[in-house]
């Protein structure tokens, strides 16, 4: 089955609310097998409201709608579900008695308007809402030729809506599959040091399109992530199918891999000095501190990184001097330094256009030097990452 989510609301076509139950909703469901193939979101306008949900439900199979069913003039859901279908609204008398109940519990006087949350288009069922005055609303919309649709709408409030999911929504969807129940898992693979279109060519037929497992590509702040979808009928049937593709990544790859899922660049440089059982301290002059504050993050880092050092203003020293100088006061098997300038390279390349990576280590200093080719915006985030990268791969050899 293929699903859509609706999101509705001012507060989050304005941009004033970040749509995190849309986020949630689609994890949900891929959890049960269902495909979302759409997200829309529409303003609290009647008739666009109306449109959005005709729309939804001529495409997917089923659709998921949070938000408008509150009791002010501008919640609109339930009116605008009920024009989409052609069905009047009809007022639920176990509906309001428990709105009711509701604000008698709380000792406050349920105001009239309220009665509007009882209100539900003709042949839905009510979804219980134990802990809010708005109730959801499921009905099943026949579709001449196909199935029917089946759609879900609940509340913006995010608590309201994760209990009424797993309360009564999640249970109504496995009826509505007919007991045909499959999932959907996936496999993130995290790589750095090679562009998007780059690892794409690297990994021949992996992204084509109506390959089983699917495979895509994003890149995002200098991370390139490969995710990897099949579908089945268990969790170890999918796990099984993705497999292959997960050794075909890593083989074609190698060592721009350096983790999966929501691994990070320090968390691997942190694992590997743990594995060595070795120690790194750090200074750094070009990164705002992220490099320290990125190892210092990571849970269990005590024991392989030493600590940091920031400079707000680049040293009176090669960059290869300041690792080594720092590897001696914090008595770590390596240091990294970051600096304004490459390590050891010729006048005509020490420009502020570079930026020098030093490694210091018992076997003496190893440098390197990257260059500025980037927006300013994310120049201090991407001169971390190929620090530690730097060190992952030192650590690697």
Not at 118 to 132: D, I, L, T, Y
Not at 165 to 170: G, Q, S, T
Request: proline share 6%.
């Amino acid at each position: 089955m293929d699903a859509e989510i609706l999101a509705i609301g001012d507060e989050i076509t304005s941009g004033q609310t970040l749509d995190t139950n849309s986020q949630w909703l689609t994890q949900r469901l891929e959890e049960l097998g269902v495909r979302v193939l759409f997200h829309s979101t529409v303003g609290d306008e009647l008739e666009p409201s109306a449109e959005v949900f005709r729309r939804a439900i001529e495409r997917a199979d089923m659709v998921v709608a949070t938000g408008g069913l509150g009791p002010t003039a501008d919640d609109l859901t339930r009116e605008a579900l009920a024009r989409a279908t052609d069905r009047p609204l009809q007022l639920d008398a176990d509906a309001l008695a428990s709105i009711r109940a509701m604000f008698s519990r709380q000792q406050r006087p349920m105001p009239p308007q309220n009665e509007l949350q009882a209100m539900f288009p003709a042949g839905s069922r009510v979804v219980p809402n134990p802990h809010g005055t708005a109730p959801g609303i499921e009905l099943e919309v026949p579709r001449p030729g196909r199935g029917p649709c089946l759609v879900i709408s609940l509340p913006g409030v995010p608590a309201e809506m994760i209990e009424m999911w797993h309360d009564r929504v999640a249970a109504a969807i496995g009826r509505f599959g007919g007991g045909s129940r499959r999932v959907i898992r996936r496999r993130r693979i995290n790589c750095f040091g090679a562009g998007e279109s780059q690892i794409e060519s690297m990994l021949p037929d992996l992204i084509r399109r109506g390959r089983r497992p699917t495979v895509g590509i994003t890149a995002s702040k200098a991370t390139i992530s490969l995710r990897i979808a099949a579908d089945g009928a268990t969790e170890e049937e999918c796990y099984a199918a993705v497999q292959p593709t997960v050794d075909t990544i890593r083989q074609c790859l190698g060592t721009l891999v350096f983790g999966e899922e929501d691994d990070q660049l320090q968390d691997a440089v942190v694992r590997l000095l743990r594995q060595q059982g070795r120690t790194l301290a750090t200074i750094e002059c070009a990164t705002a501190g992220l490099v320290t504050e990125w190892l210092a993050s990571v849970e269990g880092s005590a024991d392989a990184y030493r600590g940091g050092i920031v400079l707000t203003r680049p040293a009176d020293e090669s960059v290869g001097a300041m690792a080594t100088r720092c590897r001696e006061q914090f008595g770590a098997d390596f240091a990294l330094a970051v600096g304004p300038f490459p390590v050891e390279l010729s006048d005509a390349l020490a420009s502020p256009e570079m930026i020098g990576l030093a490694l210091a280590s018992a076997d003496g200093v190893q440098g390197k030097s990257i260059p500025l080719g980037i927006h300013p915006a994310l120049r201090h985030l991407y001169l971390a990452k190929q620090a530690l990268n730097f060190v992952r791969l030192s650590l690697l050899a």
